[in-house]
């Protein structure tokens, strides 16, 4: 073997060595600590997090309009503004799918359109006829478009939410996160915190009891509190208007919302189309213009539409898109009451998911 000979440097550069391996694991096991504490705030960001509104120059407007011309003592007011939290989880999920998402109507349609949902409301439909006959006899809205709206909001009760309602209105109103309407939408979130606070003292209710879905909808039917105030109804006739306890007002709520966005009792609500794939048609124009049907029949089929003989020609329609995913998209005529449900929620696909829900109970009602 041959003589080992070593570097009077390399030795010292292994004694230094062997001096700063323990701080380099000491300072391993701070860096695993500081990022277990990261990853617990992280985790905490789902909670409450306090935000003194009061401070805020948006709520103290809202706190003098809130006073000023609705009689709210301003004290409470901001007393009660003390208590708000602001919720990043809201903003989280208020954020719109990323463009490039493709809509699939398959996919959307089978979350709701299933055994367990299906069974559901066929128990509701058993416990509530009386409410629901009734609803359609004042309102001319059919039972099967009530049961559909309820069990896509909530499986007949089942899922109301659990985010305290001033908290996420707050949140929205005034933290909305950056996208291209965020002003517009900021606008209406406000609104609608102005009106649990007036749903609040029309009730003689406390506005921070209020619980339901991260966007500020309540109850069975999940009314947002200014649809509540302008729509609502007590069914049951016990004197209020309780969305969260009374199946009967929420069955009469949704009669009355519908009936007021212009549900016409007995007309039809879709048609199956084909549409031309010529290039010099003009359909693809009539698509999105607005949540009402405003065109003939004729027009329709002037613009590339095929029609056929079923379809009455007496009412207005509007032409419904629904993206499948890489299948090809699904077109019908809708209706002035397609639409009205549509109003409900500003959706193609929510409209034919109720439509298709109340559809698919009310069969199961007619089997043995």
Not at 202 to 211: C, E, G, I, T, V
Not at 286 to 302: H, N, P, T, V, Y
């Amino acid at each position: 073997m041959k003589n080992l000979r070593f570097d009077p440097c390399l030795l010292l550069f292994l004694a230094l060595l062997m001096l700063i391996m323990p701080l380099y694991a000491q300072a391993a096991n701070t860096g695993k600590a500081h990022k277990s504490k990261v990853a617990q705030v992280t985790k905490s960001a789902d909670e409450p997090e306090f935000t003194n509104f009061t401070q805020w120059g948006g709520v103290a407007e809202l706190i003098d309009e809130l006073s000023d011309q609705h009689g709210l003592q301003r004290e409470t007011l901001k007393a009660q503004f003390s208590k708000v939290h602001y919720l990043e989880s809201v903003v989280r999920l208020i954020n719109p799918p990323p463009p490039s998402k493709v809509k699939n109507w398959t996919v959307y349609r089978e979350r709701f359109i299933e055994p367990t949902r299906l069974r559901a409301g066929l128990a509701f439909w058993k416990k509530h006829e009386a409410a629901l006959n009734r609803a359609q006899t004042e309102f001319g809205v059919p039972a099967e478009i009530i049961v559909g709206i309820l069990g896509v909001e909530t499986m007949y009760g089942k899922m109301t939410g659990n985010v305290r309602v001033v908290d996420a209105l707050a949140t929205l109103a005034f933290a909305y996160p950056p996208t291209a309407n965020r002003d517009a939408r900021m606008k209406y979130f406000r609104g609608e915190l102005k009106h649990i606070f007036l749903l609040a003292r029309d009730n003689d209710m406390d506005p921070l009891s209020f619980y339901g879905s991260f966007a500020g909808a309540i109850g069975l039917p999940q009314f947002m509190p200014g649809s509540i105030r302008r729509f609502a109804v007590d069914f049951d006739g016990d004197g209020k208007i309780d969305l969260r306890n009374s199946p009967a007002d929420a069955i009469g709520s949704i009669a009355s919302f519908l009936s007021q966005h212009g549900w016409r009792a007995q007309e039809p609500l879709v048609f199956p189309v084909r549409v031309s794939p010529q290039t010099d048609a003009t359909w693809p124009g009539m698509i999105g213009q607005s949540l009402e049907a405003k065109f003939s029949r004729d027009e329709f089929e002037q613009a590339g539409v095929a029609i056929n003989d079923t379809i009455p020609a007496e009412i207005s329609y509007g032409l419904v898109d629904l993206q499948d995913g890489e299948r090809p998209t699904l077109y019908w005529l809708g209706t002035t009451n397609f639409f009205a449900i549509a109003q409900y929620n500003r959706s193609f696909f929510y409209a034919m998911t109720v439509i298709e829900l109340g559809k698919a109970v009310r069969q199961q009602r007619q089997l043995p």
